[in-house]
């Protein structure tokens, strides 16, 4: 059965990036949780299907101070065609020279890292949030297919793909085709790289976490209700503390 076959194909992905990627994950926490120690942020970026792992660490229960996502709902879609359509968004993320204009209402600076998940890793969004991250001092963390490098050309003018800008690279183990499922016919279905981004991207949480725990500085986490000894007002104070974060640095000059 094919819901049978997904679901170890997508197991044996996840395998692969346990037996393969610990390192790397460990070595991006590191950054991360000295930028959060530091004062700094970790700010986090996809476009398309990619925005998903950024929307799924923060906010959310077991998400911490620290984490700054990056939306533009112009590389987002909210609709299948028209104004917000999955066509005209993939047309904006490929044209070169938007992604600087998106960033400048944003303050990064050292020592902010950033991560940005692309599955393809060649278009011109996540490549210029790249570039333009690096040039104001920030470490970059990608998570990409690495195994599209082996098949396909890079896509920008700077003849890069995602995972040779990075500072860190992680590989999220999926092949360059994304679908999985062969259903004889030439085009497979049921894609795999939301599960495995949104894998790593809980895993760089869980490795920061306890880190920033182990120095005890972690920030104030959001929690479910459901947990026992929980106040009532719990996640307005991470509001609270969140909205301070945000307001606390200038934009610069």
Known sequence: MSAEKYLEKIQSIIKEIQETQTEPIKKAARLMAEA?????????????????????????YGSFIGFYPLYDPRLMWHSVIGPGGARELLWIERQEGYAKIFLQSYSLQPPDVIIIFSHGGRNAAPIEVALEAKARGLKVISVSSHQNMKVSKPAHSCGQF????????????????????DVGQPERIAAGSTVAAVS?????????????????????????PNVPGISSDHNDLVYRAFTEFFYSRPLKK
């Open 200 to 224: 790593v991207a809980m895993a760089l949480v869980a490795e920061t976490g306890a880190r920033l725990a182990a120095e005890r500085k972690l920030t104030p986490t959001f929690v479910s």
């Open 36 to 60: 959060i120690s530091s004062g700094g942020r970790v700010y986090l970026f996809g476009s398309g299907h990619s925005v998903i792992p950024v929307m799924d660490v923060f906010p959310r």
């Open 162 to 181: 995602l995972s040779q800008l990075a500072d860190v690279a992680i590989d999220n183990c999926v092949p360059p085709e994304d679908a999985l499922i």
